[in-house]
């Protein structure tokens, strides 16, 4: 999801329709890229959203959780693959091979062999595929392997959206534009803001924690942790609020206009070099 996609959707979260006029003027975007993104919108979620004209209209109350694109293929091994990672991270109980294959629409073989597939790709990430007779699958990982898992083999593969609060929209596009994060950094903080929230919703806390640095700026990630609390009426811990922040201290620190910890920084991007490229060696199978 990108940062047109979640104004878009901020606007209609509680309301049921905003002129493409209106949220250009507000926005200071240009109408006809907002159009080709609504439209886009449209094509994918078209149970929520729809375009006429040039009023783009929520056809229903949107819920705090991630919406699947229905334009996203399961007939391809890597997308299906994707969704049983997407089900394995966000489980907070065991998952059923059955289910996966009626969500699917295959047979309970073909969820087996993609799971042959899953479980040596697992390994990359130093984590194991479970299962127990008459119970189901488990992912057994750390909480920062499940955060890569999410964007190395989910959200490279399916699209999705997670309709935004505008308050929470609004404060991360003034982060953005204050730290000028380049636009997969943009893209990487609406990605992890909406997979905590998410997981926040379906009471799934995070008490682990991360291998990242305190460069954090105290102020600004206080503030959007309140209101994101307050939105939602959960309660971020610290170790949660880091997280939050871990694409812009993580990727590149020199775009943060805070202090840098030379030898954590060192140590983080070897851990992210060293799993990227156990990642790509093991491209090779799909």
């Not at 991630?66 to 089900?87: P, V």
């Not at 295959?106 to 984590?127: A, E, F, G």
């Not at 998410?198 to 700026?217: A, C």
């Not at 030898?263 to 070099?273: A, G, R, T």
Request: aromatic share 10%.
């Amino acid at each position: 999801m990108d940062i047109y996609e979640a104004i878009i959707l901020s606007y209609i979260y509680d309301q049921k329709e905003i002129s493409l006029d209106i949220l250009s003027l507000e926005q200071s975007v240009n109408k006809e890229e907002l159009q080709k993104v609504a439209s886009k919108l449209c094509e994918g979620y078209d149970e929520i959203i729809n375009l006429e004209q040039d009023q783009i209209k929520r056809l229903k109350k949107l819920e705090n959780r991630i919406y699947l694109s229905n334009k996203n293929d399961y007939n391809k091994i890597k997308n299906r693959i994707a969704y049983i990672f997407f089900q394995l991270i966000i489980a907070t109980d065991y998952i059923s091979i059955d289910n996966l294959a009626e969500q699917l629409n295959v047979s309970r073989s073909t969820i087996n062999n993609d799971l042959k597939r899953i479980r040596k790709r697992v390994m990359h990430y130093n984590s194991e595929v479970l299962g127990r007779p008459n119970k189901g699958l488990y992912l057994k990982t750390t909480e920062f392997q499940r955060h890569l898992i999410f964007f190395h083999e989910v959200n490279s593969y399916l699209e999705w959206i997670m309709p935004l609060h505008r308050d929470i929209v609004d404060n991360l596009t003034h982060i953005i534009d204050d730290t000028s994060l380049p636009e997969f950094v943009k893209r990487n903080m609406i990605t992890t803001v909406s997979f905590m929230i998410y997981r926040k919703e379906k009471n799934n806390s995070i008490n682990q924690d991360f291998p990242i640095y305190d460069n954090i700026d105290l102020a600004m990630s206080s503030h959007l942790a309140q209101i994101i609390n307050g939105v939602y009426n959960i309660n971020l811990n610290q170790i949660e609020v880091n997280v939050i922040f871990f694409p812009m201290i993580s990727l590149n620190t020199s775009f943060a206009k805070m202090r840098i910890n030379k030898e954590n920084k060192w140590l983080l991007e070897k851990i992210i070099d060293e799993t990227t490229e156990q990642i790509k060696r093991s491209m090779q199978f799909i």
